[in-house]
Antibody, heavy 118, light 109 residues
Framework: EVQLVESGGGLVQPGGSLRLSCAASGFAFSSYWMHWVRQAPGKGLVWVSRINGDGFSISYADSVKGRFTISRDNAKKTLYLQMNSLRAEDTAVYFC???????????WGQGTLVIVSS | QSALTQPPSASGSPGQSVTISCTGTSSDVGGYNYVSWYQQHPGKAPKLMIYEVTKRPSGVPDRFSGSKSGNTASLTVSGLQAEDEADYYCSSYAGNKWVFGGGTKLTVL
């Protein structure tokens, strides 16, 4: 059974940093692109970032470029999102998701809540 | 990146059909057949309902169908059931980025 479990969310002050993790199980982790998608309270889904299977191809949404860094450890089957220079508008539930070559988000984690507030 | 355009709400009575549109540009919806649809119930993670415009994952009822014409994709839910009441989001590959629609709240009257 495919499982994705996010962790690392919490309350952080503006300008602070946080690292999210997504532990994967039940599939060949290194064979899949992995993504982060966020959802602000009461709002819609917003794509954040993606990384390919070997970690050498990465892209970001313009809103987080230069502040967030996506990475993965295939030995640990874990995806990461390092978030720096956090802003109030980064407040959201952050989901990790698996994406096969056909481009859809076929499995999602349960999400982890990040609140940026003083 | 601009979000894809969806109507904020849609509704129908049990047994009826409803169609939700998703309008993008030639750089996303119109340029690729990588359009997908997601159902999200309150407090839950999104669930994949349609991928590659028209394909249904295993376990998704055939009441859900997808299509595309030009820069607009559509999700049709036939034979509406109470459990279909949820938020629905479209998504498209957009050339090394992905974009979502703003979401449509489907109400079963």
């Amino acid at each position: 059974e495919v499982q994705l479990v996010e962790s690392g969310g919490g309350l952080v002050q503006p300008g602070g940093s946080l690292r999210l993790s997504c532990a994967a199980s039940g599939f060949a982790f290194s064979s899949y692109w992995m993504h982060w998608v966020r959802q602000a309270p009461g709002k819609g889904l917003v794509w954040v970032s993606r990384i390919n299977g070997d970690g050498f191809s990465i892209s970001y949404a313009d809103s987080v470029k230069g502040r967030f860094t996506i990475s993965r450890d295939n030995a640990k089957k874990t995806l990461y999102l390092q978030m720096n220079s956090l802003r109030a508008e980064d407040t959201a539930v952050y989901f990790c998701a698996r994406v096969p070559r056909s481009g859809e988000f076929d499995y999602w984690g349960q999400g982890t809540l990040v609140i940026v507030s003083s | 990146q601009s979000a894809l355009t969806q109507p904020p709400s849609a509704s129908g009575s049990p047994g009826q059909s409803v169609t939700i549109s998703c309008t993008g540009t030639s750089s996303d919806v119109g340029g690729y057949n990588y359009v997908s649809w997601y159902q999200q119930h309150p407090g839950k993670a999104p669930k994949l309902m349609i991928y590659e415009v028209t394909k249904r994952p295993s376990g998704v009822p055939d009441r859900f169908s997808g299509s595309k014409s030009g820069n607009t994709a559509s999700l049709t839910v036939s034979g509406l059931q109470a459990e279909d009441e949820a938020d629905y989001y479209c998504s498209s590959y957009a050339g090394n980025k992905w974009v979502f629609g703003g979401g449509t709240k489907l109400t079963v009257l």
